[in-house]
Structure formats: C-alpha cells, structure tokens
C-alpha cells in the first residue's frame, strides 16, 4: 500500500532542512580553495552573480514544480510526457550514487572525530591518512582487500541515516535538522571566533578581501564561481524539488528559496574567515607558504587541519573535534536529503511505505560503499565524483532546464510561484532558465568532460564507462518495470 503523503508540521522544518542538504562538505572544504584560486575577494563578483542569476533561478524552479505537482520526480517527467521518465530515473541514480561515496567521505570524517580526540595521526598526517587510515592503493589493486576501520564506520553512518530517513518525514528529517542546524551555526561561530584571535589569522582572512580584478576577465573565474553554485546549492539534484513537493499549501515559496540560498552562501563564507585564519596561522608558525595549505577536500580535512592542530598547543583538544563534528554533522544533514529524492521516488512507483523503500535504497547503498571501504575506496572514489559530478549531474541539470523550460509550458510554473509567494517573480526569469542557464550549464560541462578525460587513466575510463552504461540501463529498467501503485499512470491532479 502507498504510504501517507508526508507534510512539513512547519515552515521552519523545511528551512531547516533545505538549508542542512544545501549546507555540506562542499561549504566547509570546497568553498575556501575555490575563492582563494579564482581571484580571492574579486571571486565575490562571480559568486553572487551566480547566485542571484542561475542558482536561485534554478533553485525556484524545483520549488515551483515540487510545489506544484506534489510528487516524485520520476512522476512528474512521466506526467509532462511519459517518454521523458527515463531521464527522471538518470537523474535520481546519479543522486543515488553520489550518496554511495557521500557516506564513505563522512564515514572517514566520524574516524577523525575519535582520532582527534588524542591527536592520533601523529607527526605525519598525510603518511598517516593514507597509509594507516584508507590503506589506499592508486590502482584497483585493492579492491579485494576491505579496510575494517573504514567498513565500520560506513556501516554506522549508513545506519544512523536509514534510521532518519525511515522514520515518518517530521520525527525524521524535520527533528534532526532542527536539532543538528542549530548546534551546527554554534561550532562554526566557535571556531571562527577562536580562529580570529590565532597569530597570523590576518594572513588567512586578508585573502578573502584582497580582490585580485585581472581574474574577472577570465572566463575559468566565472565558470568556478558558477560551478561551486551548482555543488554548494545541491542544485538539479532534485532534492529542493522533493523537500517543496512536502509543502503545505499556504507556504510561501520564493521567500523560502531566498532564505535558503543566502543561508548556504552565507555560511560558506563566514565558515572561509575561520579556515583561512587558521591557515593564516599555521604559515606564520611552520613558515608554509599559505597558497601549499589552502588544498581541497580531503587533503584540506584530513591532512592540512591535522597538521594544524599539531602545531595549535592545548585549544587543538577542543578545536579539532568540533572541526570534525562540523564537518559530520553537516555532511549528515546533507546525507538525508540526497537519500529521500530516492527513496521518494520508489515508495511514489512502487507503492512502498516510507520505511520499506528507505530500507531497500540503504542496503543497496551499502553494498556499492562497501567498494569505498576498500584498499581502492579512495581511488574508486576519485573516479566516480569526477564522473558523476563534473559529467553526469551537470548533462541532468542541462535536461532539466530543457524540460521544464521548453518542453513544459513555464508560465504555469510562475504563476504557481508568484500566487505563493511575497515577491514577485519577473519575467527575466523565463529567460534565464529557458537560455542563459542551459548555454551556461552547458559551457561548465564541456569544460568538466574535458578534463576529466584528459586527466583520468585508462582504468579510470573503463569505470566512467561502466558507470556509463550502468545510468543508461538503469533508468530503462526502472521506467519498464510496472508501477505497483496505480496512482502512477493516472495524470496530476490540478489545483
Ligand atoms: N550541497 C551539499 C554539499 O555542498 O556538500 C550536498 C552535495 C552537493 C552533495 C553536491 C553532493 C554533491 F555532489
């Protein structure tokens, strides 16, 4: 039997958690490295032209049509013409399977929350993380080889985000956002607090103010600045769209999307004050010059923050463990969102409950961890966020843009929007989406193809390959199979 139709009990519950999966690793390591290689404080130009233009456009458009039609996205492509539910299924797998290496990546996060505790990386943190902590390989070799540690932690984390995702939507995801956003915001205060009182913390922040101009002529500046949008916002991801199809109706969309959107930006920049600080700090003491530690990523948390936290004497035991629970807990509030545009999907085909296709999409996810729990986790990992992000959710986002800006008649999605909402929207809007984003989405993607071709080896494109395959088979079987729930073929009721 198809479960209830889940609900927000309150607005707040919707921000909250919009704001948790837009809020993730991508703020905390992604932002700092992105601003600091694209020109410092001029990189704020682009950015929030980003923003404004493309992102919250883009943003709104999954509100309006979540909102609008109430349902799942495989649904919704099958409603505005039944041949299009193949791609609803693409996009959908490619969340999916971003969620599968998420989990590895906040897996080895909750390994340093306890390793932090004694500081038990040692003096070489970058021989320590990839040697005693992912056993790690830089071919497939390791594949056969589990690393326990690593196991063991993905297995907590899968199971601490089935036990969210499983329950009824507001006990669930409601609750935890409402808890975990709040504590959230407090470390980050803590540790930008603390970070601006480090000797040297001007060396770090001055970087952020100091507008390098030349770089606005550069066309990389602006595709960085749109792409850390795409990654920090969640965007295409069609996670706004299943969060807004749970909205009751008299909410008010584009106040809520605004709110969202200047949150994210918002935090990822004040969280880059704390670690551009911090790394201020740590060129003065070892003498490194700033631009070797501002690196991405792992390396950023797993390596260079260590390494910090070596050198920062006795405030280190308080500092790096909220460090490492910031990054925790903001990877989990991000974990939950990108499970239920799955889940959802499912139980809306299938007819499951809530609790069975949250189960079923957490067991199949852990089986494709347990690759990344291997001797090749990070290497395999390597591969298939090169692939999934910079390929295939870019090439979801362009067909999105095309569907809902052409294919759909999209002045019922501003007129949904504008009878929702304190502001109104104009009709520039309609341009963005059905023009300037796809030419844009379309200029990042070409650009992401191309490295990654060029930069990945012969085994890794036998992955991208199957992967490849994989998300073009997939989705045809799951548009194939019949859908359990009769409600499926019949068209959306209007309002
Ligand atoms: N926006 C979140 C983050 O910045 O981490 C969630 C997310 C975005 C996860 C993009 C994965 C991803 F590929």
Known sequence: MASEKSVWDSNIAFVLAMIGSAVGLGNIWRFPNVLYSNGGGSFMIPYIVSLFILGISFVLVEYAVGFKFKTSLSKIFFTIKSRLEPIAWFIILVVFLITTY?????????????LSLTKAWGANPD????????????????????????????????????????????????????????????????????????????????????????AL??????????????????LGMSIALTYASYLPEDSKLTDNALIVAFSNSGFEVFNAVGIFSILGFM?????????????????????????????????????????????????????????????????????????????????VGFCISCLFSTAAGSYLLGIFDAFLNNFALLFGVFLECIIFGWIYNFDELVEVLNSHSTIQMDPFWKIIIKYILPVC??????????????????????????????????????????????????PIQDD
């Open 102 to 114: 998420y989990v590895c990546v906040v897996a080895w996060d909750l390994i340093y929350v306890v």
């Open 127 to 214: 021989l320590f993380f990839t040697v005693s902590v992912l056993h790690a390989s830089d071919s497939l070799s390791g594949i056969t080889t589990i690393v326990p540690w690593v196991f063991i932690s993905v297995l907590l984390v899968w199971l601490s985000s089935w036990f969210i995702v499983q329950k009824d939507l507001n006990e669930g995801i409601g609750k935890v956002s409402k808890i975990l956003l709040p504590i959230l915001v407090l470390i980050v205060i803590v540790i930008v607090a603390f970070s601006l009182t480090l000797p040297g913390a001007s060396i770090g922040y001055t970087q952020i103010f100091t507008p390098n101009w030349s």
């Open 217 to 234: 002529t550069n066309l990389n500046v602006w595709l960085a600045a749109f792409g850390q949008i795409v990654f920090s916002l969640s």
């Open 283 to 363: 060129a003065l003491t070892s003498g490194i010059p700033f631009n070797e530690l501002v690196t991405e990523g792992t390396g950023l948390a797993f390596v260079v923050f260590p390494q910090v936290f070596n050198v920062m004497g006795p405030w280190s035991s308080v500092i790096g463990p909220l460090f490492f629970l910031c990054i925790l807990f903001a990877g989990l509030t991000s974990l939950m969102a990108l499970l239920e545009v799955a889940s959802f999907a499912i139980s809306e085909k299938f007819g499951f409950s809530r609790r069975k296709s949250a189960t079923l999409v957490c067991i």
């Open 441 to 490: 989405i379309f200029v990042l993607w070409a650009q992401g193809v191309y490295s990654t071709i060029l930069t990945g080896d012969t085994t890794s494109h036998m992955v991208m390959l199957a992967l490849a395959i994989v998300l073009v088979v997939v989705p045809i079987i799951f548009t194939l199979l019949p859908a359990k729930n009769e409600d499926y073929y019949k």
